[in-house]
């Protein structure tokens, strides 16, 4: 079982940054496949980002160059640097996690532990 607490929402106007930091309590974080997601209204959950073992990262099309996905396995914590905010950012993002597998995975159906989410707005 992994408990993740996101944290590090909040309002920004377009063109500023916003880190978002996910704490979880596993002892074998440094294996843990490690995710962002967001949801808009009236969206479905889309993905975001991931970070798996080796310091290996992906990323989606629309935030890949402004977002920066990152983890420090001593403290158990991914973080995701987003920079160059657009309106279209706007959603609640969730933290996501789930055991050492291959494909890595890009869709909500392949995490089992999830954050309670953070809001993020970018006003325009």
């Known amino acids: 079982q992994v408990q993740l607490v996101d944290s590090g929402g909040g309002l920004v106007q377009a063109g500023g940054s916003l880190r978002l930091s996910c704490a979880a309590s596993?002892?074998?974080?440094?294996?843990?496949?490690m995710a962002w997601f967001r949801q808009a209204p009236g969206k479905e959950r889309e993905f975001v980002a991931t970070s798996w073992s080796g310091g290996n990262t992906y990323y989606a099309d629309s935030v890949k160059g402004r977002f920066t996905i990152s983890r420090d396995n001593a403290k158990n914590t991914v973080y995701l640097q987003m920079n160059s905010l657009k309106p279209e950012d706007t959603a609640v993002y969730y933290c996501a996690a789930r055991g050492n597998t291959r494909p890595i995975p890009t869709t909500q159906r392949g995490y089992d532990y999830w954050g309670q989410g953070t809001q993020v707005i970018v006003s325009s």
């Open positions: 596993t002892r074998t974080f440094s294996n843990v496949i």
